[in-house]
């Protein structure tokens, strides 16, 4: 198996570091080599969240080089937007809709920009996106930080030779027991709406 790279980008208190540690887990459940390598913004909670996945037979640095990442999953828009360059052509853009503008954006006159904004500049690089109402589809199975389970189902849903049971073992391993249904519910949401494209 050639390498696969991951990148998961997002703001602090949506779980990317949570769902960057699944990918890997996913991986080495797999018997495969896995690194992961993460960078913290400023805040625990609205800095900026990126962590670099990468799968194969053998990992020797988890980061990934530019232009080389097969999915980036970005869990704000913005973000998925600014690490955009790490896609490689023909990748796999796994957008949310979640839009949270940070405090440096809101003392300031800038505009925040569209979903659609990013989604152009990303169709520049692929046609390979999805773009899913993540926190909405969070909200009505009742559990909003499940959000970054139903992006992990429409990752595994574009992964078909990776079968689905690792990647639920893994979510049921890593979330409280209390929210094992409520992830696995989102984990099949994410799987049906990831087969779109």
Same mark, same amino acid.
């Given at each position: ?12 208190? %949506? ?9 890997? %887990? ?6 495969? *080599? ?20 990468? $799968?194969? @037979? ?6 990934? &080089?530019?232009?080389?990442? *097969? ?8 973000? !998925? ?7 490689? /052509?023909? !990748? ?5 809709? @979640?839009?949270? /503008? ?10 925040? /920009? ?8 990303? +169709? ?10 993540? /926190?909405?589809?969070?909200?009505? #199975? ?24 690792? $990647?639920? *073992?893994?979510?049921?391993? +890593? ?10 519910? &989102?984990? @099949? #949401?994410? +799987? ?6």
């Amino acid at each position: 198996m050639s390498m696969t790279n991951f990148l998961v980008t997002g703001v602090g208190g %949506q779980g990317t570091l949570l769902a960057a540690d699944i990918i890997a %887990q996913v991986g080495l459940a797999q018997g495969l *080599d896995a690194k992961k390598s993460e960078v913290h913004g400023m805040a625990q909670r609205g800095g900026v969240v990126v962590s670099h996945v990468r $799968w194969g @037979e053998k990992v020797h640095s988890p980061l990934i &080089a530019l232009g080389t990442a *097969d999915f980036l999953i970005g869990q704000e828009v913005v973000e !998925g937007g600014r690490f955009l360059h790490y896609l490689k /052509p023909g !990748g796999v853009l796994l957008l949310s809709s @979640e839009t949270l /503008p940070p405090p440096s954006l809101t003392l300031s006159k800038m505009e925040y /920009p569209p979903a659609q904004k990013v989604i152009d500049a990303a +169709r520049q690089i692929t046609d390979r996106i999805i773009f899913i109402a993540a /926190p909405k589809l969070a909200e009505e #199975l009742g559990n909003r930080r499940v959000a970054n389970t139903i992006l992990l189902g429409a990752l595994s849903a574009q992964m078909p030779d990776v079968d689905p049971k690792f $990647w639920l *073992d893994v979510i049921v391993r +890593r979330v409280p027991q209390k929210a094992v249904e409520v992830n696995r519910k &989102a984990f @099949e #949401l994410g +799987r049906k709406m990831g087969q779109e494209i």
